[in-house]
């Protein structure tokens, strides 16, 4: 009971000091939690020093990753906005529908699930949320809609990398995974009934939404109907393909306004646009070659993710005691074998969506765009402004992290995961998708939470006699739902859209409906 009480109390801690009134910013709390982790490590878990300096070291260089995606992302956002492709996106967006809940799910919801389907890493908030802020939307109201919006289509996000990916250490067969995937899609599809319009809520009013509710229905369905149905046959494609459905019939209802209520002091002819198609197809054009990278290079079939993901040790250089650095063909980077531990760290340079599609895509949009070089200067320097904070919050998040996960079985994470599973007993199923949701707060992401968490939750269902694939299936959908409330995407998109220090009020609103999609995942996982 001891160690149970030290390890949930940096988590208590860390909620209580960014939720708090007046919460303390994250690039203070995340730091300050992460040197509590490792001070408990160090007395109550003996772990050894070399291991949590090790740690520390792979925590700090683990926030390379995140940062360099968001910094990719506000260099694209910055380029749309200055050279005035954001103000021509929206005039032909406003040409489409002038409704407000039409615009949040055609680029809210079907958008971004596309997106998702095809990349994941916090990418469709990176790209969707700030056209919904030039559309005129409240930044923080987009933020908090972004993130619960970004939760369905997650379990087969990134080319179904949380599924094929998250539970490769456990062993399953091809017919195990695709039933757990399946498992996972049906719980998203119900929970999509409800999660649209509680996101929804966050910018608009009630009767705003049970106006255009029919609509609301039709875009969901339009994307979650065929994501379901590709689900039963393949763990890759669904969120991609059902999300490009979507998109594309959710933009058609919406020009024949099915489902629209009438919007006060709105005409009749809603459909015309002062831009003309040409104007449209060169401001879409970052947005357009970023969804095209993104799916050649994500498509194992179009033969370039194996290039950009070539493990190939091209030289390897001996850092002393600090460990073993190596470049791959890929230009992987890596740290092995930190202090002389088993800890590493590693970047993958090309696959990572931040030079490859971010930065590229920027750079061919200056000529595209004739940019000035005063322009261009003012595009990276905004970026670079916008990223210290971040960066220093995402450091201490992936050093907490890193130091909750130490320690396998008696790391406190696990302990904390275990000592669940022995309250619920045979009732697990029930709050299963809650530790998938817990591991993708802390990490980031509902891969990494599948990798760590999918084991526990194998062994709890085989010790109590449930099924593995439905147990295995909460925790996919937790680990998307977790989406919600992760400090890594809270950070990431609020710095895209310019908010700061609102990470704690984001987090009090986006933990309730990541509270009904667990219920939800419970009530359907008895009928299954």
């Known amino acids: 009971m001891t160690t149970l009480l030290i390890s949930v109390t940096p988590i208590i801690l860390l909620i209580w000091m960014m939720t708090k009134k007046n919460g303390i910013p994250s690039h203070i709390a995340l730091p300050i939690t992460a040197l509590l982790v490792g001070i408990l490590q160090y007395f109550h878990f003996n772990t050894d020093f070399t291991l949590i300096s090790a740690n520390v070291i792979a925590g700090s260089l683990s926030a390379i990753t995140p940062i360099s995606i968001v910094a990719g992302a506000i260099l694209v956002n910055r ?15 406003e040409g489409i529908s002038k409704n407000q809940v039409a615009q949040l799910m055609i680029i809210g919801w079907a958008f971004a699930f596309m997106i998702e389907g095809a990349s994941g890493f916090g990418t469709p908030a990176a790209i969707a949320a700030p056209i919904l802020v030039g559309l005129g939307f409240p930044p923080l109201k987009v933020a908090m809609l972004a993130l619960v919006m970004n939760s369905v289509p997650v379990s087969f996000g990134a080319v179904g990398t949380p599924t094929w990916f998250g539970f ?24 999509a009934f409800v999660i649209p319009p509680m996101a929804l809520r966050f910018v608009v009013k009630w009767q705003e939404i049970r106006k255009n509710y029919l609509f609301v229905l039709l875009s969901t369905l339009s994307c979650t109907v065929p994501y379901f149905l590709i689900a039963q046959w393949n763990y890759e494609f669904p969120a991609l393909v059902g999300g490009a459905i979507g998109l594309l019939l959710s933009v ?9 209520g009438k919007e006060e002091g709105q005409t009749e002819d809603i459909q015309k646009t002062t831009v003309t198609g040409a104007q449209v197809f060169k401001a879409m054009t970052p947005t357009l070659l970023l969804i095209l990278i993104l799916v050649v290079t994500r498509i194992k079939q179009f033969g370039l993710k194996a290039m950009l993901t070539d493990n190939t040790e091209m030289f390897t250089l001996s850092f002393g005691p600090l460990g073993d650095f190596s470049v791959s063909n890929a230009l992987i980077l890596k740290l092995s074998h930190i202090l002389g531990t088993d800890v590493g760290w590693a970047y993958k340079t090309l696959y990572v969506p931040a030079a490859i599609p971010f930065l590229l895509v920027a750079l061919i949009s200056i000529p595209v765009f004739n940019l000035q070089r005063n322009v261009v200067k003012q595009m990276f320097a905004e970026t670079a402004n916008r990223i210290k904070m971040p960066f220093i919050a995402l450091v201490g998040a992936l050093i907490m992290v890193k130091l909750m996960m130490t320690g396998d079985s008696n790391s ?51 010790n109590v006699g449930i099924s593995q694939t439905t147990i295995l299936g909460l925790q996919s959908v937790g680990g998307a739902m977790g989406n ?16 700061a220090n609102k990470e704690g009020y984001i987090i009090k609103r986006t933990v309730k409906p990541m509270i009904v999609y667990g219920i939800v995942a419970a009530i359907v996982s008895t009928f299954i």
């Open 168 to 191: 490769s250490n456990l062993g399953l067969d091809m017919e195990t995974l695709q039933e757990a995937g399946k498992v996972s899609a049906l719980i998203h599809l119900i929970a």
């Open 412 to 462: 406190p994470i696990m302990v904390t995961g275990q000592a669940f599973s022995d309250l619920m007993g045979s009732s697990w199923q029930y709050v299963a998708a809650y530790l998938g949701a817990l591991g993708a707060f802390f990490s980031g992401s509902a891969t990494v939470s599948n990798l760590t968490f999918g084991a526990i939750q194998q062994t709890i269902a085989i």
């Open 252 to 260: 058609l209802i919406a020009k024949a306004q099915i489902g629209l």
């Open 484 to 499: 919600m409330v992760c400090i890594n995407n809270i950070i990431a998109v609020s710095t895209i859209l310019g908010i």
């Open 79 to 93: 380029l749309t906005f200055l050279s005035g492709a954001e103000a021509t996106i929206r005039s032909w967006l």
